[in-house]
């Protein structure tokens, strides 16, 4: 499987600022994917970084609060954009490889915006 | 719309007991189905998965079987041990990528 590094691993973020995570994987995959984890919560699916073009965004989220770049097969990055206590989660980068049907995770990304 | 629905934890035992954490989806078509596991502090990892009807995914003791007519994707391990105190991610995927999640079940395992 691909190993997908992110940073910052973790952050303390003053209200209002915006954070961009970065995710690197060692190896080209087909997708890229961002979710949020909410304190407590399970995992929903932000947007789907598409490389040289717009994310796909999932309803609820829009690309003026989270912008997503991928200028390539292994590389993407999130903002998170004027933040405020709420965003506070953990934000995970993840991938499929090729044909495969399997989805991998990043060791996520924990912000805590205080 | 798909769907998991996962037993609600804390789910409480003691070493090498064993262990079942309930998942059943909801979907149109055969979706793959996934557990993760999240331990403390970390990123979330694939336990196993099974991707048809009758397949059996296992990892690490873990054992999971896709069953159609029943619509789930049960957990088990026979003896459970302290380092397996984690929350479990029941997931299914259709036929995009998105991975839909359960909720999570938390197992804590106590010697």
């Known amino acids: 499987s691909a190993v997908i590094s992110q940073k910052p691993s973790r952050d303390i973020c003053q209200r209002g600022t915006s954070l961009t995570i970065q995710c690197q994987v060692d190896?080209?995959?087909?997708?890229m994917f961002w979710y949020r984890q909410q304190p407590g919560q399970s995992l929903t699916l932000i947007a789907t970084?598409?490389?040289?073009?717009?994310?796909?965004?999932e309803s609820g989220f829009v690309i003026d609060k989270f912008p997503i770049s991928r200028p390539n097969l292994t590389f993407s990055t999130l903002t998170v954009s004027n933040m405020s206590p709420e965003d506070s989660s953990i934000y995970l980068c993840?991938?499929?490889?090729?044909?495969?049907?399997?989805?991998?995770f990043g060791e996520g990304s924990w912000l805590t915006v205080v | 719309g798909n769907s998991v629905t996962q037993m609600e934890g804390p789910v409480t035992l003691s070493e090498e007991a064993f262990l079942t954490i309930n998942c059943t989806y909801t979907a149109t078509g055969y979706p793959s189905l996934f557990w993760y596991v999240q331990y403390p502090g970390e990123g979330l990892q694939l336990l196993l998965k099974a991707t048809k009807a009758d397949d059996k995914g296992s990892n690490k003791g873990f054992e999971a079987t896709y069953r159609k007519e029943t619509t789930s994707f049960h957990l088990e391990k026979g003896s459970v041990q302290v380092s397996d105190s984690a929350v479990y991610f029941c997931?299914?995927?259709?036929?995009?990528?998105?991975?839909?999640f359960g909720t999570g079940t938390r197992l804590q395992v106590f010697p």
């Open positions: 993840s991938v499929r490889q090729g044909g495969g049907n399997t989805i991998y």
């Open positions: 997931a299914l995927r259709g036929v995009t990528d998105k991975l839909i």
């Open positions: 970084a598409n490389q040289g073009s717009e994310a796909t965004y």
């Open positions: 190896s080209q995959v087909t997708m």
